[in-house]
T-cell receptor, first 109, second 115 residues
Framework: GEDVEQSLFLSVREGDSSVINCTYT??????LYWYKQEPGAGLQLLTY?????DMKQDQRLTVLLNKKDKHLSLRIADTQTGDSAIYFCAEKSYQKVTFGIGTKLQVIP | IAGITQAPTSQILAAGRRMTLRCTQD?????MYWYRQDLGLGLRLIHY???????GKGEVPDGYSVSRANTDDFPLTLASAVPSQTSVYFC??????????????FGPGTRLTVL
């Protein structure tokens, strides 16, 4: 079945760039997403990318997609303490969305 | 109501008791979902509904049931709770069709503890 994998934890210093990586197995994915979950809250969509795109940039966020390797990354420039959260990678194929396990980003002041 | 709401916020429940977690959305979304979130396991889909009147099983449906009598409500019932059902439960909804409407909107979650 479909599988989405992420590392569990990432720690960066405030002001540095963060890169969160994700791999997926479903070659029929149509959309790939990054969701953010702050403590005690539900998930909120941060950004998404169509499977026919290589890159999407939105302010401090850059999403890179390598469809050949089935690798998705999220880069956060100038990481702030408010970026501390769990980041979920997800992929959509047909009507199903599969979430990764989530990467906890810790920003050190 | 704005968006998607869940009730209760948290609940402690004795094993063997029946419990219904409520979820309501006011966005007229066709699809609704129930997930459980457990440490080290991420989000796992329990049940889903693509439209009012239909439901389907997700990845971990055992011990749970759902109904979708109308567009807005999607309750999740634990018929006889067990400690392994201790988790944080998230309800979500999404519209169907069109690239911009693929986002799932999540409720704030219900923290359930089964003793």
């Amino acid at each position: 079945g479909e599988d989405v994998e992420q590392s569990l934890f990432l720690s960066v210093r405030e002001g540095d760039s963060s890169v969160i990586n994700c791999t997926y197995t479903d070659s029929s994915s149509t959309y790939l997403y990054w969701y953010k979950q702050e403590p005690g809250a539900g998930l909120q969509l941060l950004t998404y990318i169509f499977s026919n795109m290589d890159m999407k940039q939105d302010q401090r966020l850059t999403v890179l997609l390598n469809k050949k390797d089935k690798h998705l990354s999220l880069r956060i420039a100038d990481t702030q303490t408010g970026d501390s959260a769990i980041y979920f990678c997800a992929e959509k194929s047909y009507q199903k969305v599969t979430f990764g396990i989530g990467t906890k980003l810790q920003v050190i002041p | 109501i704005a968006g998607i709401t869940q009730a209760p916020t948290s609940q402690i429940l004795a094993a063997g008791r029946r419990m219904t977690l409520r979820c309501t959305q006011d966005m007229r979304h066709n699809a609704m979902y129930w997930y459980r979130q457990d440490l080290g396991l991420g989000l796992r889909l329990i049940h889903y509904s693509n439209t009012a009147g239909t439901t389907g099983k997700g990845e971990v449906p055992d011990g749970y049931s759902v109904s979708r009598a109308n567009t807005d409500d999607f309750p999740l019932t634990l018929a006889s709770a067990v400690p392994s059902q201790t988790s944080v439960y998230f309800c979500a909804s999404s519209s169907t069709g069109g690239p911009v409407k693929v986002e799932q909107f999540f409720g704030p979650g219900t923290r359930l503890t089964v003793l």
